[in-house]
Structure formats: C-alpha cells, structure tokens
C-alpha cells in the first residue's frame, strides 16, 4: 500500500506562484509514475502533470496538461518518494483542489492523496 501526502496549497494572487509537494510511503517501486490532477468546484477532475521514471535511467519523462505546460514546473526528488508541482504565473481558474497520485508506469494511477485546496484571486 502507499500512503501520499500532499502540502503547500494555500491562497494566491493571480500572477503569483504555489509550490506543491507529496511524500509518498509505503512501498518501493523500481519504476513508476507520479502526478498531480485537480477538481474545481462543479467540475470533473482533470490530469495537470506526470513524471514517469525507472531506477535503470537517469532521465524522467513529463506530460502537461495544455493549459498549464510553460507555467507548471513538475519534478521528483533524488530519493524518488517525493513530487513537487512548481506553479508560476497562476490564474484564477488554476483554483482548485489538488490531488497527488502515484502508480506503475504503465496502467492508470493506483494511489491518491487527499487533495489540498489551491485558490487564486483576481
């Protein structure tokens, strides 16, 4: 099982930025993907960002949801348990509550996080 753990939300003017994070624990993985989706109120919950990587390469691949690629900045720390969402130039419909998820690199996300709650003012 993995437990995530998101934190770093909070309340921002537009223009500004929020830097997300998630710990994950539990089990280990050898290769394996983390993301971030959102939901705004009344809405579906959509992808943001991913980050798929394997213990054999040292590179990562990324994927962006169009609306965010340029502004949103998703990286994993060295020790491959923890995601961060770097997000620049936010607007207010960037608000939201964010999801981490994690998973096999192949396949659907498995594990999700709570959510915290990003809100952006006009």
Do not use: H
Request: aromatic content about 10%; proline content about 2%; glycine content about 12%.
């Amino acid at each position: 099982q993995v437990q995530l753990v998101e934190s770093g939300g909070g309340l921002v003017q537009a223009g500004g930025s929020l830097r997300l994070s998630c710990a994950a624990s539990g089990r280990t993985f050898s290769s394996a993907k983390m993301g971030w989706f959102r939901q705004a109120p009344g809405k579906e919950r959509e992808f943001v960002a991913s980050i798929r990587w394997s213990i054999t390469s040292s590179g990562t691949n990324t994927d962006y949801e169009d609306s965010v690629k340029d502004r949103f900045t998703i990286s994993i720390g060295n020790a491959k348990n923890t995601v961060q969402l770097q997000m620049d130039s936010l607007k207010p419909e960037d608000t939201a509550v964010y999801y981490c998820a994690a998973g096999p690199t192949v396949g659907r996300f498995e594990y999700w996080g709570q959510g915290t709650q990003v809100t952006v003012s006009s």
